[in-house]
């Protein structure tokens, strides 16, 4: 059984930086492309980056780029986002997926596995 657990989240300030990790099992970490989703209330989900296998090439949206880092550690079968510089609109919850091969269709990232998120509140 594939399980995605997130952690890291929680309630902090404009300018804060956290860092979530994403804990994989039951599956072949290093085969996986790893994305970071997120979900603003009465908002779709946006990806916000993501990690391939074999090279690690990376992706960010253009709301995050240059604020955040995602990495993995393939031997502990997790991945990382380092947030920096946080700001009110990164405020949401963040998910962890993973695919095999990744499908975009029509924008979307079709993603295997997924993990239930944590909850990242950026208030003064």
């Known amino acids: 059984q594939v399980q995605l657990v997130e952690s890291g989240g929680d309630l902090v300030q404009p300018g804060d930086s956290l860092r979530l990790s994403c804990a994989a099992s039951?599956?072949?970490?290093?085969?996986?492309?790893i994305a970071w989703f997120r979900q603003a209330p009465g908002k779709e989900r946006e990806v916000v980056s993501s990690?391939?296998?074999?090279?690690?090439?990376?992706y960010y949206s253009d709301s995050v780029k240059g604020r955040f880092t995602i990495s993995r550690d393939n031997a502990k079968n997790t991945a990382y986002l380092q947030m920096n510089n946080l700001k009110f609109e990164d405020t949401a919850t963040y998910y962890c997926?993973?695919?095999?091969?990744?499908?975009?269709?029509?924008?979307?990232?079709?993603?295997?596995?997924w993990g239930k998120g944590t909850l990242v509140t950026v208030s003064s």
């Open positions: 997926a993973a695919t095999y091969n990744l499908e975009i269709v029509g924008g979307t990232w079709k993603m295997d596995y």
């Open positions: 039951g599956l072949t970490f290093d085969s996986y492309l």
């Open positions: 990690i391939s296998t074999g090279d690690g090439s990376t």
